[in-house]
């Protein structure tokens, strides 16, 4: 492969390593390989240095991590993630942009491109084997510039495949961002909501406005952390085929009580009636009230609990 042109480096500097990259040089790299950022893939490249300084910062990473970013774009937040820790495995979606990102990081971080990885795939089709493939030395950390159309199905792609992430920073469209981090009873609580807990404690550490991207979105954008800890229940695909499911139908149809909303799963309403109670849940609650506590104590019913009495 020839390697594609790259602008003069004229970006911000962060450290003697590595620079960053300004509007300007976006721009210009852009025009160079022939990149048009396109709505479809959510395509909004970050063009803010400090952004991407207060990004990095908010994650807490050291220099062992090794961290995963889906949708590197032209590399704005990778140089930023190789200027603090030892490795990086960006995935692309995009086979331009995946192949000059190394030519990108070789000419503004030289003495870090031996530390970048990089997957040509799209996020939601990675398997358990690219885990598997990374060996002796799996991600640690998840820090991305979601695009907005598909944010919450990677994070929770991302943190199924990847059990080796302990520590996730996020910037997703604001709305998303409030889902994410709400808390039972809370308006926007939601599937979003309880699916991200079933991981870890969930955050919105900050927000950011439309002007630190070109092209700009038509809404603001928010940062999420969620830090994965031991967990009191399984979180392997056994345990998500039971709880999914649960999850799902309680906010299919928010308004109703639990007892109406999961008569489907359960086969008629005394069924769920019956399954609730016994989970200690009042069959009269809405999904928006439950924790992802409660909604483990009633995927963890031992088979033949939910049947009627």
């Given at each position: 492969?020839n390697?594609?042109p790259?602008?003069?480096?004229?970006?911000?500097?962060?450290?003697?390593?590595?620079?960053?990259?300004g509007?300007?040089?976006?721009?210009?790299l852009?025009?160079?390989?022939?990149?048009?950022?396109?709505?479809k893939?959510?395509q909004n490249?970050?063009?803010?240095p400090n952004?991407?300084r207060?990004?990095?910062a908010?994650?807490?990473?050291?220099?062992?991590?090794?961290?995963?970013e889906?949708?590197p774009?032209?590399?704005?937040?990778?140089?930023?993630?190789l200027?603090?820790?030892?490795?990086v495995?960006a995935?692309?979606?995009?086979?331009?942009?995946?192949?000059?990102?190394?030519?990108?990081?070789?000419?503004?971080?030289?003495?870090?491109a031996?530390?970048?990885?990089?997957?040509c795939?799209d996020?939601?089709?990675?398997?358990?084997?690219v885990?598997k493939?990374?060996?002796?030395?799996?991600?640690?950390a998840?820090?991305?510039n979601?695009?907005y159309n598909?944010?919450v199905?990677?994070l929770?792609?991302?943190?199924?495949?990847?059990?080796t992430?302990?520590r996730?920073l996020?910037?997703?469209?604001a709305?998303?961002?409030?889902?994410?981090?709400?808390?039972?009873?809370?308006?926007?609580?939601?599937v979003?909501?309880?699916k991200?807990?079933?991981y870890?404690?969930?955050?919105?550490?900050g927000?950011?406005?439309?002007?630190?991207?070109w092209?700009?979105?038509n809404?603001?954008s928010g940062?999420?952390?969620?830090?994965?800890?031991?967990r009191?229940w399984p979180?392997?695909?056994?345990?998500r085929?039971?709880?999914?499911?649960?999850?799902?139908?309680a906010?299919a149809?928010?308004r109703?009580?639990?007892?109406?909303?999961?008569?489907?799963h359960y086969?008629n309403?005394?069924?769920?009636?019956?399954?609730?109670?016994?989970?200690?849940?009042d069959?009269q609650?809405r999904?928006?009230t439950?924790?992802?506590d409660?909604?483990?104590?009633?995927?963890?019913?031992?088979?033949?609990?939910?049947?009627p009495h």
């Amino acid at each position: 492969m020839n390697q594609p042109p790259t602008p003069p480096r004229t970006a911000d500097h962060v450290s003697s390593a590595v620079q960053l990259l300004g509007p300007k040089e976006i721009r210009d790299l852009a025009r160079t390989v022939g990149v048009v950022p396109t709505k479809k893939r959510g395509q909004n490249f970050v063009v803010d240095p400090n952004t991407v300084r207060r990004i990095v910062a908010t994650a807490d990473l050291s220099p062992d991590d090794h961290v995963l970013e889906v949708g590197p774009g032209l590399g704005s937040l990778t140089l930023g993630l190789l200027d603090v820790v030892s490795k990086v495995t960006a995935v692309e979606i995009d086979t331009t942009l995946a192949e000059q990102l190394p030519h990108t990081v070789a000419e503004y971080a030289p003495t870090r491109a031996e530390n970048l990885d990089v997957i040509c795939a799209d996020a939601l089709a990675l398997t358990g084997s690219v885990a598997k493939d990374l060996g002796t030395n799996p991600p640690t950390a998840f820090v991305a510039n979601l695009p907005y159309n598909v944010a919450v199905p990677i994070l929770l792609h991302v943190l199924e495949i990847f059990p080796t992430i302990t520590r996730v920073l996020v910037m997703v469209q604001a709305e998303v961002a409030d889902r994410l981090a709400a808390e039972p009873g809370n308006r926007v609580y939601g599937v979003p909501s309880v699916k991200a807990r079933f991981y870890g404690q969930v955050q919105r550490v900050g927000a950011i406005g439309k002007n630190v991207f070109w092209p700009a979105p038509n809404v603001d954008s928010g940062l999420v952390k969620l830090t994965r800890g031991n967990r009191p229940w399984p979180t392997d695909s056994a345990a998500r085929a039971q709880l999914w499911p649960i999850i799902d139908a309680a906010f299919a149809q928010r308004r109703k009580t639990l007892r109406a909303a999961l008569k489907g799963h359960y086969g008629n309403a005394s069924a769920a009636e019956n399954a609730l109670r016994e989970a200690g849940i009042d069959p009269q609650r809405r999904g928006e009230t439950l924790s992802i506590d409660e909604f483990i104590s009633l995927a963890q019913l031992p088979a033949g609990t939910e049947a009627p009495h």
